[in-house]
């Protein structure tokens, strides 16, 4: 997939809109190319705050976690959901004990590679990579927060 050399303006834009939706919060499950973080019924994030940093649109969820999506396209925003369908990299990010410090930092990477999905975290007990199921990614958008 190309990507245009810069799409910052456009970036700023889209943390702009969701931040005008603020701070009436975003309540919903979060989805990275189908895949579901938490068990249903459980995966409810709110957005406390978005920005755009360069070319990476950046949201921050209660308990300082946070979903980077990088070079985001065909991005919808409203009242009920934010869905992005494409995006070149992705990274959630969360602390997994205390103290909030960055070597508690755990997070989970996705990267869109010749139209499929690597994946990697810190969470393994042996760090690698993998890839997400091919029809996952095709059929899902990268990121949905909250019903579709």
Known sequence: MNYPVSIMPQVEELAAKVSALLPNPRYGPLKVWGRSFGRPGENWYTVESCYANGDCLRFKFGFDEVLAVWYPTDVEISE?????????????????????????????????????????????????????????????????????
């Not at 990267?111 to 990579?129: E, H, K, Q």
Request: charged share 20%.
């Open 80 to 148: 009920k959901v934010i869905r992005i369908g494409r995006a070149s990299a992705i990274r959630v990010s969360w602390y997994g004990a205390n103290p909030k410090v960055p070597e508690n930092i755990q997070y989970k990477d996705f990267a869109l590679i010749d139209g499929s999905v690597t994946f990697r975290t810190n969470m393994d007990t042996v760090p690698g990579t993998g890839w997400l199921n091919q029809e996952l990614v095709e059929s899902n958008p990268a990121v949905i927060i909250g019903e579709n």
